[in-house]
């Protein structure tokens, strides 16, 4: 067989059946991780008015929090390609619920930090072996089981505003300590997954064993990991315009509550999770370039109204906007994962990282632009970030290689 076509996914004999449970309590545990994770973006006006932020410290928390997350995904991800430990994900659960304890108590500005490093601590240990766990359970159907692991994420993602507005504004800081049942019900959840993954050794080996041949060749591999890599940038960077400072720009632009706010960030969140639902079994069906294509350009004319737009219209494009934009990423991870056969949880890890880490430092540096210039000015430069979609005329067509 070719190079070029070359399948990079085990048979589907060798997988075995979809299995649809598992996928569900994988989805239901990114739910719980998520939705503990999700609460510290909500409670940025209360910790600004609290220790007296700047934006720019505003996104100092955020950067620590995903800087911890995306720097040890790839090499947990890479470790647990060879050495796969379904076990560490109850561990991880564990850090996120020491991190959610912490932020209800801690009395300084770093300790505030720490709190967000141990969030994303438990956030990097959980993603790269949960993913697996997802593709493991795929019986081949890859987009669709990224999609159930992504979706029950970014339902858990946009609980966190909702929490925030019906709880812990109205009954302060303490009452975050209430929510240590999520990552408690997550770690209950984690070890019944454990226990399955842990029983599928000659599966693991299959997923975890190179193909012999990569399914494109090396030099392409090359410049579509980079392409991808310019996608997931522009992605998250525009992200981190919403969902750290969108809270402040609908306070400041058009004088509603920060808990009417919170409402909207929901909407948001809810409509990233929707996009995600359906992006990979789209993807496994159209073939995921298009997908990719249409997501990350397609939001274009809708970021470039979203700074003229009054509250009605804003709902209506973050709307969009999330939905069309979340779509991509579960088409992705497994487009990557095609194309580097063999290395699922250090592509896992990568992809997970880098999201995260972009969307850390976007938030760092779009904080200090809206200390300069106001939080109106990000989201005017924000705007055109989404032409970058450009560059995935440059991906190939991996459905028509694989014929």
């Known amino acids: ?27 239901a545990a990114h739910f719980l991780n998520d939705a503990t994770q999700s609460l510290l973006v909500p409670l940025y006006p209360l910790f600004k008015d609290a220790f007296s932020l700047s934006f720019t410290k505003v996104g100092l928390i955020t950067l620590t929090y995903q800087l911890t997350a995306s720097l040890l995904q790839p090499a947990v991800g890479r470790f647990t390609d060879k050495h796969p430990l379904p076990f560490s994900l109850p561990v991880g659960m564990t850090f996120s619920l020491c991190g959610l304890l912490l932020l209800a108590v801690a009395p300084t500005y770093p300790l505030l930090l720490v709190a967000a490093a141990l969030l994303g601590i ?14 493991l359970a795929s019986g081949g159907r890859f987009g669709l089981a990224q999609s159930m692991f992504q979706v029950g994420g970014n339902a858990g993602s946009s609980v966190g505003p909702l929490l925030a507005a019906a709880v812990i504004i109205p009954f302060g800081r303490g009452s975050i ?5 999520l990552p408690l019900a997550g770690i209950l959840l984690l070890i019944r997954i454990s226990l399955w993954a842990s029983g599928q050794t000659r599966l693991n080996k299959v997923l ?14 090359t410049r579509t990991m980079a392409v991808l890599l310019i996608l997931i940038f522009s992605k998250y960077f525009y992200l981190a315009s919403i969902t750290s400072y969108l809270i402040f720009y609908l306070t400041s632009t058009f004088g509603i509550s920060d808990q009417a706010a919170q409402i909207h960030l929901f909407v948001f969140l809810f409509a990233v999770a929707a996009g995600t639902l359906v992006g990979g079994p789209i993807g496994d069906r159209i073939g995921r370039k298009y997908v990719i294509w249409v997501s990350i350009l397609g939001i274009t004319p809708f970021t470039l109204a979203l700074p003229y ?6 709902t209506v494009l973050i709307f969009v906007i999330g939905f069309t934009l ?5 088409s992705m991870v497994v487009f ?15 992809f997970f990282g880098l999201s995260f880490g972009i969307a850390g430092i976007g938030a760092a540096v779009l904080g200090k632009v809206a200390d300069v210039y106001g939080i109106a000015t990000v989201y005017h430069l924000c705007s055109y970030l989404p032409l970058l979609g450009l560059a995935a005329v440059f991906l190939p067509n991996l459905r028509e290689k694989r014929g």
């Open 177 to 181: 300590s209430w929510f240590a049942v």
């Open 208 to 221: 975890a064993a190179p193909s012999g041949v990569p399914p494109v060749p090396r030099n392409i591999v």
């Open 1 to 27: 067989m070719s190079a070029d076509t070359a399948s990079a996914e085990p048979a589907p004999g060798l997988l075995g059946k979809t299995h649809y449970t598992i996928l569900g309590l994988t989805g």
């Open 336 to 350: 990557a994962q095609e194309l580097m056969p063999g290395h699922v949880g250090a592509v896992s890890g990568l």
């Open 309 to 314: 737009a009054d509250l009605f219209w804003t």
């Open 122 to 135: 438990g956030s990097s240990v959980f993603h790269p072996e949960s993913s697996r766990v997802a593709r």
């Open 326 to 330: 979340a779509s991509a990423f579960p």
